[in-house]
């Protein structure tokens, strides 16, 4: 699982609420990603973190903001839960060669996010 | 929007069958690749593909690549019970900028003992 966890695993909350994901990593990647996966969709990218403190969004950024003040952990922040956020949500990292230059990402277990 | 889509959407065969899905994509890439999920796991890394090779092998993987069709296929030989999971396509574009991946809706391979 290259050292990556996530916190909660399983979450029940009601909408309007605030909820905060983590994902920590042990291997000091550059990289991490936070993505949702929904029936019918697949994987899709929220926001990812290019460095501590560097962040960019992705394809479904509205709704949740990410934060990064330390290279091993990376926070998903939903501001106002709403049931549209109702998922499974993955961190990943990707994998850093300073030689050869990889695109391979790796993943967390998910969190499973209810909203009410 | 996605980048990939797998077709099959679900695929069942016998042990000892090979499996084969495929990809379609859009725009021009840097690589593909291939993950596999197995059922409330997260993704796990199969393969990787440079838009430069037109095959790849991996155990009893093989992966086929033709950018002029922008198309993949994930061939699965010998299928074992064990393979049963969720396959996903994922590309990696840009010329500059090749962080982010964009993933298929993938296929659910169900292999019968």
């Known amino acids: 699982d290259a050292g990556i966890t996530q916190s909660p695993r399983h979450k029940v909350t009601e909408t309007g609420t605030p909820v905060t994901l983590r994902c920590h990593q042990t291997?000091?990647?550059?990289?991490m990603y936070w993505y949702r996966q929904d029936p019918g969709h697949g994987l899709r990218l929220i926001h990812y973190?290019?460095?501590?403190?560097?962040?960019d969004k992705g394809e479904v950024s509205d709704g949740y903001s990410v934060s990064r003040s330390k290279t091993e952990d990376f926070l998903l922040t939903l501001e106002s839960a709403t049931s549209s956020q109702t998922s499974v949500y993955f961190c990943?990292?990707?994998?850093?060669?300073?030689?050869?230059?990889?695109?391979?990402?790796?993943f967390g277990p998910g969190t499973r996010l209810t909203v009410l | 929007s996605q980048q990939g889509e797998e077709d099959p959407q679900a695929l069942s065969i016998q042990e000892g069958e090979n499996a084969t899905m495929n990809c379609s994509y859009k725009t021009s890439i840097n690589n593909l690749q291939w993950y596999r999920q197995n059922s409330g796991r997260g993704l796990v890394h199969l393969i990787l593909?440079?838009?430069?090779?037109r095959e790849k092998h991996s155990g009893r993987l093989r992966v086929t690549l033709d950018t002029s069709k922008k198309s993949s296929s994930l061939l699965i030989t010998a299928s074992r019970a064990a393979d049963t999971a969720s396959y996903f396509c994922a590309t990696a574009s840009g010329a500059y900028n090749t962080d982010k991946l964009i993933f298929g809706t993938g296929t659910r391979l169900q292999v019968f003992p």
């Open positions: 593909i440079r838009s430069n090779e």
């Open positions: 990943a990292i990707r994998e850093s060669e300073l030689i050869k230059k990889s695109d391979t990402q790796y």
């Open positions: 973190s290019y460095g501590v403190k560097d962040t």
């Open positions: 291997e000091n990647h550059r990289y």
